[in-house]
């Protein structure tokens, strides 16, 4: 199996890739930071029987680097069996307090990528019967206050999931969401929490997840790996919670 995922140098695009590697996939990892990708290559290759994966740097919000690689993933291996669209990013703002900058910077990373990504990459995913695996949130299903952008973004991901599936059921090609809670990463840092903020943050994942933690990372790769798997031949056009029952959670 060939797997290509997107924001692979860290977090859950990290641990997906590790688990992938585990299953014997021939993987193709993509993200902005080359020497984080090496780490996470180094980390494969350490698993016995696993083959080194094809490393290809670039910025998903630019247009031209999602053609590169696109083109030299599949000059590489010269097919894909499953595509896995992970690469997000978060940043504090309100209605009040929000920009145009950071609503379009937010939605070019995190849907307008995943949609360029996905549509190159159809015409594969059709001859291999493969699947896609699209990382949204818990974000895209309840409403949070103060994320005004992110939440819209991840809202369009499920809806994106939802269309995909239908246009590609016929073609023998499977499109699926995963939507994390709460996830132990760097991610919140680099929108803006201090540390601080974010051990609060975590402390009151407690409270706010009906199994009373944080999740991690590995949980959520390997309910990517499912989905993305023959186990789950029957599913397609779902966003699955990945989130300790917090989209089933109500304020008392």
Known sequence: MFSHSPGASSGIGAATALHFAKLGARLALTGRNRENLEKVAESICKHPGAEEPFLVTGDLAKETDVDHIHQSTLSHYNKLDVLVNNAGIIALGSIENTSLS???????????????????????????????????????????????????????????????????????????????????????????????????????????????????????????????????????????????????????
């Open 102 to 252: 950071q609503y379009d910077h937010m939605m070019a990373v995190n849907l307008r990528s995943i949609y360029q990504l996905t549509m190159l990459s159809v015409p594969n995913l059709i001859e291999s019967k493969g699947a896609i695996v699209n990382v949204s949130s818990v974000n895209g299903i309840r409403a949070f206050s103060g994320l005004v952008a992110y939440n819209v973004s991840k809202a369009a991901v499920d809806q994106f999931t939802r269309c995909v599936a239908l246009d590609l059921a016929a073609k023998g090609v499977r499109v699926n969401g995963v939507n994390p809670g709460v996830v132990i990463t760097e991610l919140q840092k680099r929108g803006g929490m201090d540390d601080e903020a974010y051990a609060k943050f975590l402390l009151r994942s407690k409270e706010t997840h009906a199994l009373g933690r944080p999740g991690n990372v590995e949980e959520v790769a390997s309910t990517i790996a499912f989905l993305a798997s023959d186990e789950a031949s029957f599913i397609t056009g779902a966003s699955l919670p990945v989130d300790g029952g917090r989209h089933a959670m109500c304020p008392r």
